[in-house]
T-cell receptor, first 114, second 112 residues
């Protein structure tokens, strides 16, 4: 398996524009997580899914953020409208259903909102 | 709410030295603890996973220990090399949640 795949790797956009980040989890993994990493706050969980269903979105900062998982092999994180303070690295991760299993991370999407 | 702390925040050592990175967590009801490595501008690479029932895990020059009752884990790196320079992150999975809670990391520099 190629691991968790995220796209794009880098995104530069203007304030107010819509941004969509994409993630393909490892095949067979039941859990998918979206994290955000900033210098100030480190790695923070935004939302996670179990079998394509959002379980906990308490980490989503504002209504401008939304995430979907239409099927087991694809998820999106959308920001609309984007703001400069959304600039960060966004990571997607996946893991198996069993509690004690390892989480695998994608390479991340570096988002810059100017 | 689980909180994870890593000390020190930064560490610089000469090549060949053995070193220990520390991680502590506030809620001992964890499923597992995972150590990651992150190179500048890169993603997270999983180094070691310790289940809650285990005391330690080893991979090459790396050894991670877990003392769940005291809420502590250490990552031991033997015979450090310049290529080990990176940020090391500790993360725990536990409670009713399936997600990882991360520490803020230790930035390691190994000087040639």
């Amino acid at each position: 398996d190629a691991g968790v795949i995220q796209s794009p790797r880098h995104e530069v956009t203007e304030m107010g524009q819509e941004v969509t980040l994409r993630c393909k989890p490892i095949s067979g993994h039941d859990y998918l997580f979206w994290y955000r990493q900033t210098m100030m706050r480190g790695l923070e969980l935004l939302i996670y899914f179990n079998n394509n269903v959002p379980i906990d979105d308490s980490g989503m900062p504002e209504d401008r953020f939304s995430a979907k998982m239409p099927n087991a092999s694809f998820s999106t994180l959308k920001i609309q409208p984007s703001e400069p303070r959304d600039s960060a690295v966004y990571f997607c991760a996946s893991s198996l259903k069993v509690r004690g299993t390892e989480a695998f991370f994608g390479q991340g999407t570096r988002l810059t909102v100017v | 709410k689980q909180e994870v702390t890593q000390i020190p925040a930064a560490l610089s050592v000469p090549e060949g030295e053995n070193l220990v990175l520390n991680c502590s967590f506030t809620d001992s009801a964890i499923y597992n603890l995972q150590w990651f490595r992150q190179d500048p501008g890169k993603g997270l690479t999983s180094l070691l996973l310790i289940q809650s029932s285990q005391r330690e895990q080893t991979s090459g020059r790396l050894n991670a220990s877990l003392d769940k009752s005291s809420g502590r884990s250490t990552l031991y790196i033997a015979a450090s090399q310049p290529g080990d320079s990176a940020t090391y992150l500790c993360a725990v999975k536990g409670g009713s949640a399936r997600q990882l809670t991360f520490g803020s990391g230790t930035q390691l520099t190994v000087l040639p």
